[in-house]
């Protein structure tokens, strides 16, 4: 990873902002192209959640003003095609070619602003450092979990098995345990996320992988298997484990990026098993009175606790490195001043 200079973002269509990066973010599916097992040009911006203040609005933009604290989501959705209408704005139908990226920087542009930012209802400079942290993980990994807690069917008094204990598979853990599960099944061997996944209201650890976390997972549930299964990792050995811990009639969330197309998906026909899932769409989750980001300014959770290192904008390498090397769950990158 290196900083470079680049041209300052500008208003291109009348419904744009630029967002004054305050706080971005390293994600697990950035370590893909970090470690070389996916693909990314050579020199291209990252980064794909931040926290800022609208800088510039464009001519077409209502919703919004200068000085408003924004969650920029990794989403950006028109608001109006027939996908943003169901609530599927991860699919908007309008999206620009080429994906989202740039985050991890200084100044950003936001496009189809009014219907992609969320608006923070507070004043920035009255909320504590681990409230801005945890309103930081809504740009994506709290979305993320609550989206495999959501295509899981997780429901009150169930059980729920979660694959995945980075940012995302931990968000899953408390969405599960928002959804009202009774027991939560976490799946991880390393101590540090252990910790955060009990915090976050699991009730198991299971640290094995592959057939005998299977076996596990089958013996903590007496043979019967999980009602909801969260797969928050999208590597095989991930995939197969959730689809086999199902129980008949079982519902499985997918949210791990997908990272091999040789998955067999026939046996769940048999045991009636639903697979569902994809990238996840933050406003629907993110707004309302009961939305995310109202539980995390009424303090009913706190999903900041993923953050256990925080860097520079100059120190991105570092970021990059502490997750890759899994010194950090998840690393924070503090760039701009409120």
Known sequence: MEVHEVPMPEIRKPGDVIVRVIKACVCGSDLWWFRGIGQ??????????????VERIGDDVHTLQEGDFVIVPFTHCCGECAACKAGFESNCFNAEPGGNAGYQAEYMRVYSADTSLVKVPADPHELSDETIASLLTVADVMCTGYHAATCARVQPGGTAVVFGDGGVGLCGVLSAKLQGAERIIAMSRYEDRQQVARAFGATDIVPERGDEAVSRVME?????????VLECVGTEQSTL?????????????RVGVPHTTNIDVNN???????????????????????????????????????FTADFDLDHVQDAYEAMDERRAIKSMISIGAL
């Open 241 to 253: 484990s959730a689809l086999a811990v199902a129980r008949p009639g079982g519902f499985i969330g």
């Open 40 to 53: 990314r040009q050579h020199g291209s911006l990252t980064g794909h959640e931040a926290l800022g203040v």
């Open 220 to 228: 903590l549930t007496d043979g019967i298997g999980a009602d909801s």
């Open 268 to 306: 769940l026909f048999w045991r009636n098993v639903t697979l569902s899932g994809g990238p996840a769409s933050v406003t629907p989750y993110a707004n309302g009175k009961n939305g995310l980001v109202a539980k995390i300014l009424n303090g009913d959770i706190n999903p900041g606790m993923i």
